[in-house]
């Protein structure tokens, strides 16, 4: 089983960067997709970003060319890039990743991360 564990939120400006981590505690090769997921207070959960096996990415229309999913296979981690942040952006930020085992598929997230754009 795995745990993802987020890092990297914070306050910034309209306009700022940040860097979220996410630190997989198994093997990334035994995984299928990773990707992110935020969620505003009081909405659903919604998709930002996936990298599946292959190195293939797919992003929400609402972020392509500001947003860049990546991951480093060496240290079990994934990253979001946010650039160019605006303050509809301000979410809780949740690392995902799935895991496929016979006919069934196991997913797993973390804790999230606070996002918050603002001056």
């Known amino acids: 089983q795995a745990q993802l564990a987020e890092s990297g939120g914070g306050l910034v400006q309209p306009g700022g960067s940040l860097t979220l981590s996410c630190a997989v505690s198994?093997?990334?090769?035994?995984?299928?997709?990773m990707g992110w997921y935020r969620q505003a207070p009081g909405k659903q959960r919604e998709f930002v970003a996936v990298?599946?096996?292959?190195?293939?990415?797919n992003y929400a229309d609402s972020v392509p060319g500001r947003f860049t999913i990546s991951r480093d296979m060496y240290k079990n981690s994934l990253y979001l890039d946010l650039n160019s942040l605006k303050p509809d952006d301000t979410d809780v930020y949740y690392c995902?990743?799935?895991?496929?085992?016979?006919?069934?598929?196991?997913?797993?997230w973390g804790q999230g991360t606070q996002v918050a754009v603002g001056s």
């Open positions: 198994i093997s990334m090769h035994s995984l299928n997709a």
């Open positions: 990298l599946i096996d292959g190195g293939g990415t």
């Open positions: 995902y990743a799935d895991q496929l085992d016979g006919g069934s598929r196991i997913d797993y």
